[in-house]
């Protein structure tokens, strides 16, 4: 399988597919195609999701992201690097078989891999070679051919090692089994960097008429069966999963470990000996075995315990399930309950109808507080019954929070707070602290980080237009109200943190900016959007007054010429009417533009109206004013024969 | 006084006021530095004309701000009497075109012309009028009838020794006599 190219945000995340949940972000990840590093994603962001694991690039996000779609992927293992290893596209039917049915195809060779010279080369193989190793007598143990792990449990009987006849631990045996089916080899520990040489030669190509998998397995040997290993002192071909030579007990652990396994460790990435691939195979032709994620800042655990959980889960495969049976209708003891508990079902049934009025509203509300009883009581029975029933819960979560929101707010507050709680079921607001990995300064800047671009993504959603609703400015102090009423009242961001995340926009290259007001107020804008932007639209909108003056101001006025010459004042509250801003912004923006020197004020007894600057270069903007406009000249003569009187 | 009849007083003349006069703002004490920088040389040049329109020489702060200069009643707007000492000081001291007569900044001397100007105009006046090595009192030179027509007539007593002063460090002139009964005497 391929890479598949991923959608980005605004913010330059993954955008999710419907259903998809973010589980786990972890910064400073570079990838490896096979063994290959890929030059253009070595640092970078990587993004588990319940589908997918992502890559984000730092430096060109858009055009070095990448996605491994969950489903693709075989089997991993957990170093440094995490490695996904993508099932061979002819087999989809299900995520991993049974050891005995586990043909695969070898992977492809690359024929420009500079090959190790001392590891040994796939070599077909005729027989199932499932083998798990005696940790007492390091013997090679077939694994049993009934062997299937997807149905194990810590009963089922395992055989004795065929050595020394001690049980193996289950964990060992199942190891071995799956890592058999996915054809490659099995999570190795960096505390056993000997293994990978054992389980190499397990990768081969299995003959089509073996395809069947009744062969009976426990005969067979498996040192017969395997690749051997030449000692690099006397030749003898030892079984690949000794640790020495069987002869002469030279070490064979050297020479064997593939060395950027043992330099994954490392920081220097400029010394990894890891090839390099010129590009992405992202074309969909390039058939590529697997995929490393290396995790230079830690964070691998969480990430791999993650990637496990996601994989177990596979909520791909929920995609088109049908919704989830109501509980309510499975308790037959109480018989009136389970009759009523679809109330807020269409169908109703006929006693329902029966009873009216006072009564029957009294009725619906215990129906319905039972049925929610119901349906929090299923889903708290155990955590499985919690993820299956997650989404009923969070509805039904969701209807509690508006119901408290339009019950607390007023009239003004009941709109915003169906916008919030409507807005709170659309978005994935899931970046907590919880799903970032470690304690200390890096999680918290990463945590920030991604607390950013979460705002991001917030402000600049089309849909919910938080940014646009408030004429594309609104104060910090507002945006953090609203955002955490979105969360739901859960995983609130502290005022703290949320300044923190606001001032990294600039440096994550966020479309949205921190603007600091010289009073100090925190504003939130479109990057787009600038002060000379601001002040062209604040004085064209001026100049528009001059020709249609308006309200009750002007009347008062003894002479009207001015009028027409300056114009006429404007306040911050009839400025935030106009451009749709709170009337602390507009006052900012206003003083913002008399800083500039756009504007100047006028100070009377109803308040500071703001005017078009005609004190400094007046006469010169007169000039140009009168030349470029017949009607505004003509004004000005009108003036001068008001003066002249 | 001497002043002849067929002439209205200046005093009486209305006073045409300039544009700005009639902008809002322009009542306002402004906070953009620049913005700032301009109104008072705007308010500088409007206080100056019209002090010489109206022959001002003496400007009491606490009668003006209630007088037109300060006060547009068709717009309904004043200005502050500190924002009006704030623009005499800049007068003072960036231009040198006026000065306080007292420490309470309620009295101010607008010199639309000031005191060298006011000896080169008094120097020439004398020579075109041949009046070289003749005395005059300081009455004669700021009340007589010679002097109508001239710009300094009616002038301040307090700006006309500070221009004769200037006369006589220039060697032009001599004062003498005391108090109430000087004399000049032009060379």
């Not at chain 1, 008429?209 to 690099?232: H, I, L, N, Q």
């Not at chain 1, 003083?591 to 100047?600: F, I, K, S, V």
């Amino acid at each position: 399988m391929s890479l598949q190219r991923v959608d980005l945000t605004t913010a330059l995340r993954p955008s999710l597919l419907p259903d998809e949940t973010l589980l786990f972000v972890q910064d400073a990840v570079g990838l490896y195609e096979g063994k290959y590093k890929i030059p253009t994603c070595q640092n970078g962001h990587a993004y588990l999701t319940s589908h997918r694991a992502c890559y984000v690039d730092n430096e060109e996000p858009r055009k070095n992201s990448v996605a491994v779609a969950l489903k693709d992927a075989g089997f991993l293992k957990s170093s440094p690097k995490v490695t996904l290893h993508f099932k061979p596209p002819r087999r989809t039917s299900a995520l991993l078989g049974a050891p005995s049915r586990s043909g695969n195809s070898s992977p492809l060779p690359r024929t420009s891999t500079p090959v190790s010279p001392l590891s040994p080369p796939p070599t077909p193989q005729p027989a199932n070679t499932a083998t798990w190793i005696c940790p007492i007598c390091s013997f090679s143990n077939p694994v049993p051919s009934n062997f299937d792990f997807a149905l194990v449990n810590a009963n089922t009987p395992l055989p004795p090692c065929l050595a020394c006849g001690i049980k193996p631990p289950l964990a060992r045996v199942l190891k071995a089994a799956v890592s058999s089916a996915a054809g490659r080899s099995v999570s190795v520990a960096t505390s056993e960097p000997v293994q990978p040489a054992q389980t190499l030669p397990e990768s081969y190509t299995r003959s089509d008429t073996d395809g069947d998998g009744d062969r009976d397995e426990g005969s067979a040997s498996p040192v017969g069966s395997t690749a051997t290993f030449r000692c690099p002192r006397c030749t003898f071909l030892n079984h690949p999963s000794l640790l020495s030579c069987e002869i002469c007990g030279a070490s064979l652990v050297s020479s064997s470990v593939p060395t950027h396994l043992l330099a994954d460790a490392e920081l220097h990435r400029s010394e990894s000996p890891g090839p390099s691939m010129n590009s992405l195979g992202v074309n969909g032709n390039d058939i590529t075995e697997s995929i490393k994620f290396s995790f230079r800042a830690g964070g691998e655990k969480i990430f791999c315990e993650r990637l496990k959980g996601a994989m177990v889960q596979r909520k791909w495969l929920l995609q088109n399930a049908p919704p989830i049976p109501k509980p309510n209708r499975l308790s037959p003891g109480d018989a009136s309950a389970s009759e009523n508990a679809g109330a807020e079902e269409p169908q109703k049934s006929p006693e329902q109808k029966k009873v009216v009025g006072i009564a029957g509203l009294e009725r619906r509300g215990v129906d319905m507080r039972k049925n929610n009883e119901l349906v929090i009581g299923n889903a708290f029975e155990d955590l499985e019954a919690l993820m299956g029933s997650a989404k009923e819960i969070v509805a039904l979560a969701e209807s509690f929070a508006s119901k408290l929101n339009t019950a607390a707010g007023g009239a003004a507050g009941a709109e915003a707070n169906a916008v919030l709680s409507e807005s709170a079921t659309a978005i994935g607001l899931v970046t907590t602290k919880d799903m970032l990995a470690g304690t200390g300064s890096a999680a918290e800047s990463l945590y920030l980080s991604e607390l950013a671009r979460n705002l991001a993504e917030f402000l600049t959603d089309d849909a919910r237009g938080v940014l646009k609703r408030e004429g594309g400015i609104m104060s910090l102090v507002d945006l953090w109200a609203v955002f955490n009423r979105a969360r739901g009242g859960v995983e609130l961001v502290s005022p703290m943190d949320f300044e923190k995340a606001a001032g990294l926009w600039e440096r994550l290259k966020l479309p949205v900016r921190l603007r600091r007001f010289r009073s100090g107020l925190l504003v939130v804008q479109g990057r787009e959007w600038t002060d000379e932007k601001t002040i062209a639209s604040l004085l064209d909108w001026l100049r528009d007054l001059h020709s249609a003056p308006g309200g009750g101001y002007v009347e008062n006025l003894e002479s009207h010429w001015e009028i027409e010459l300056f114009g006429r004042g404007v306040t911050a509250q009839e400025a935030a009417e106009k451009f749709g801003w709170s009337v602390g912004v507009a006052s900012e923006e206003l003083e913002m533009a008399e800083e500039r020197g756009a504007l100047c004020r006028d100070e009377g007894v109803e308040g500071v109206r703001y005017w078009e600057n005609w004190i400094v270069g007046r006469n010169e903007s007169m000039q140009v004013d009168a030349s470029s406009s017949p009607s505004s000249s003509s004004s000005a003569a009108a003036a001068a024969a008001a003066h002249g009187r | 006084m001497t002043t002849p009849s067929s002439r209205p007083s200046p005093a009486e003349q209305p006073f045409t006021f300039p544009r700005e006069y009639h902008f809002p703002p322009f009542f306002t004490r402004q906070r953009n530095a620049i913005t700032y920088t301009a109104q008072c040389q705007k308010w500088s040049k409007l206080i100056l004309d019209y002090c010489r329109a109206k022959r001002i020489w003496r400007l009491s702060l606490v009668d003006a701000i209630d007088g037109e200069l300060f006060w547009n009643k068709s717009l309904n707007r004043r200005l502050s009497l500190a924002d009006a000492r704030e623009i005499i000081d800049v007068m003072k001291t960036k231009e040198g075109r006026a000065e306080w007569v007292s420490k309470d900044k309620n009295v101010a001397l607008v010199y639309w012309r000031n005191p060298e100007e006011w000896a080169t105009v008094i120097g020439d006046w004398i020579e075109e009028t041949a009046q070289r090595n003749t005395v005059l009192t300081l009455y004669e030179l700021t009340e007589g009838y010679l002097t109508a027509s001239q710009e300094f007539h009616g002038m301040d007593t307090e700006i006309l020794q500070k221009s004769l002063n200037v006369l006589v460090k220039r060697g032009k002139a001599q004062v003498f006599g005391s108090e109430d009964q000087q004399g000049v005497k032009f060379f």
